[in-house]
């Protein structure tokens, strides 16, 4: 979809560019350009299940940690806690 911006009466330069910049940011089609402008991959189904299986790991350990009084309400697991838990195996 094209933006299209005409000069207003007496308006100036700067402001006939103010106004595209803003509403070119306020299309996101800045967003969208910058997002593909780069090829990416596609996860296998392999790599999306080893993912939810992680999180949802990580998700029981923050509750475990919570319930032990070891993590406040919102905390998020320390990095040395989850490379152990990656060392042991568990996520």
Request: aromatic letters at 4%; hydrophobic letters at 35%; charged letters at 40%.
């Amino acid at each position: 979809m094209p933006i299209v911006i005409k000069k207003k009466d007496r308006e100036s330069t700067a402001s006939l560019l103010r106004r595209f910049t803003r509403l070119v940011q306020k299309s996101g089609v800045l967003v969208e350009a910058r997002k593909n402008q780069f090829y990416n991959k596609k996860k296998t189904r392999r790599q999306l299940r080893d993912g939810a299986k992680r999180k949802e790991a990580l998700l029981q350990e923050r509750v475990r940690l919570t319930k032990l009084g070891l993590l406040d309400q919102g905390q998020l697991i320390p990095k040395e806690r989850i490379r152990k838990m990656q060392q042991e195996g568990k996520i």
